[in-house]
């Protein structure tokens, strides 16, 4: 800041710091003492899930800076300490809003998911290619990506 950069730092959705979400709510049918009651459909069949939200908000965020942006203004994503998937869908869908984005995956894998009701649970996309496929979207001239093998 003191070379005349600001720093924007985004408490995205839920991430209160008080009482942070720790698993995402799941929709139950009925009174929930059957399986078919805990479905994946109520939840994620009708509602966005709180990985989609964190990104619409990000997404926002970005694009309302870019509307304003002034030539010699460059706008750097950092995805850091479990961002990494955030960032990369956030740039996939603003495109060249933001200049660069540096991200440290740190490893992360949707396909290493194993519990439904997972911050970052988005469904389907493991059958599309997973974090290597969303950050394949980007531009790799103005991506930098760390934590990868």
């Known amino acids: 800041m003191s070379a005349g950069k600001f720093v924007l730092i985004l408490d995205l959705y839920d991430q209160n710091k008080n009482q942070p979400l720790?698993?995402?709510?799941?929709?139950?049918?009925?009174?929930?003492?059957?399986?078919?009651?805990?479905?994946?459909?109520?939840?994620y069949g009708y509602n966005p899930t709180i990985f989609a939200k964190r990104v619409q908000a990000l997404s926002s965020m970005i694009s309302a800076?870019?509307?304003?942006?002034?030539?010699?203004?460059?706008?750097?994503?950092?995805?850091l300490?479990?961002?990494?998937?955030?960032?990369?869908?956030?740039?996939?869908?603003?495109?060249?809003?933001?200049?660069?984005?540096?991200v440290d995956t740190e490893g992360f894998r949707f396909a290493n998911i194993t519990s439904f009701d997972d911050l970052k649970m988005l469904p389907g996309i493991v059958k599309y290619g997973d974090l290597p496929a969303?950050?394949?979207?980007?531009?790799?001239?103005?991506?930098e990506i760390r934590g990868e093998e």
Not at 22 to 43: C, F, I, M, R
Not at 134 to 143: F, H, Q, Y
């Open 81 to 102: 300490k479990g961002g990494a998937p955030y960032a990369a869908v956030a740039r996939a869908l603003l495109g060249d809003a933001v200049d660069k984005m540096i």
């Open 22 to 43: 720790e698993k995402a709510p799941l929709v139950v049918s009925g009174d929930g003492s059957q399986p078919w009651h805990h479905s994946l459909a109520y939840t």
């Open 65 to 79: 800076l870019a509307r304003t942006k002034e030539d010699d203004h460059r706008y750097i994503l950092y995805g």
């Open 134 to 143: 969303i950050l394949a979207l980007s531009d790799p001239a103005t991506t």
